[in-house]
């Protein structure tokens, strides 16, 4: 998969790309719990503290983080080329070979 996907970074200075990275992370893990608790349709103090902590906590990341952009189209035709399969070129399923 990685070799389908471009690096972008938005800094060249290294110490404040690895902050906004570790910013992300912590990020990512408020808009989980905000998922979470959106789909068991808790929406209330909890809620907002999550959805606003992975606003402010986003910010850095998005100004000065790195980024990976997936080539989904290619990414796609790999998965779905020779050898991806479960049957061999007679139709035989593997686990079904003696």
């Known amino acids: 998969m990685l070799k389908h996907s471009v690096k ?28 979470n ?5 808790n929406l209330g103090v909890r809620y907002r503290y999550h959805a606003k902590m992975w606003r402010i906590l986003n910010w850095p990341y998005k100004k000065w983080g790195t980024y990976y952009i997936l080539d989904i189209k290619a990414w796609t035709e790999e998965l779905s080329s020779q ?15 003696d």
């Open 83 to 97: 050898g991806w399969d479960d049957y061999d070129e007679f139709g035989k399923a593997y686990w079904d070979k």
């Open 8 to 35: 972008h970074q938005k800094t060249k200075i290294l110490p404040l790309r690895w902050i906004a990275n570790g910013f992300g992370a912590i990020a990512t893990e408020h808009l989980v719990k905000a998922v």
């Open 37 to 41: 608790l959106d789909e068991d349709e």
